[in-house]
């Protein structure tokens, strides 16, 4: 620090939980900005961006869109049988390329050849065939809950774009303490797999405007979600 200015800590990956990788500004500008219009044509259809809406009657107040498999709570369907029935975008190969590099990042394959979370084969192995892309304007919010519908144990990678957030980690067990709050920043990646693939997480806040307009974004967080299902052609819901 010079001249009374702000001395900025330099983010650092880290390993929040065992299995559960932070790994900052990890997508370059200009990636982002590929997967920001790669998520504004997915939006447009076949099945467009929309509200989820719960068993209960709640509606989610994040927005949706799916590749690959059609999430509906709690089961995986090839066609959005929730909102107008079209057959669900295909996964494209080359988001399955950018998961197996994301897990490596996190899991030690990465430039810097670093190891945090153990067996980097993972990496090799992670065969994602499904996304959630999640937009979340201002007010949205993610309440606590885990991912389950898969049959696979496999990580679940997670990619920030946009607006910054508050990411609550939880645990396995219940959607109370302890958990760790972690701040995600546009280009983030986070992974979590391993004794934390079933933690319970959330998203609590948005902080809206803190994106980067450089990212053809007016405004919001994009969250892309890749998964593997452990569904095969043909299977229609998952446990």
Known sequence: MTGGGLFVLPRR????????VHVPD?????????????CRAWARGPVPLRHTVLPGGGVMSVRTVCLGWHWLPYRYSRT???????????????????????????Y????????????????????????LVNFYEAEARMGMHQDREERSDAPVVSLSIGDRCVFRFGNPESRGRPYTDVELASGDLFVFGGASRFAYHAVPRVYPGTGDPALGMRA??????????????????AR
């Open 26 to 38: 990890w997508l370059s500008v200009t990636r982002q900005r590929e997967l920001v219009a790669a």
């Open 108 to 131: 030690g394959d990465g430039a810097d050849g670093g190891g945090l979370a153990g067996d980097r084969a993972e990496a090799r192995r992670y065969a994602p065939d499904a996304a």
């Open 80 to 106: 959005a049988d929730d909102v107008n029935g079209a057959r669900v975008v295909p996964f494209p190969d080359w988001l399955g390329d950018l998961g197996r590099a994301a897990v490596a990042a996190a």
């Open 220 to 237: 919001g967080r994009l969250n892309i979600t890749l998964r593997e299902t452990g569904l095969r052609y043909g299977t229609d819901a």
């Open 13 to 20: 990956r880290t390993e929040i939980a065992p299995g559960a």
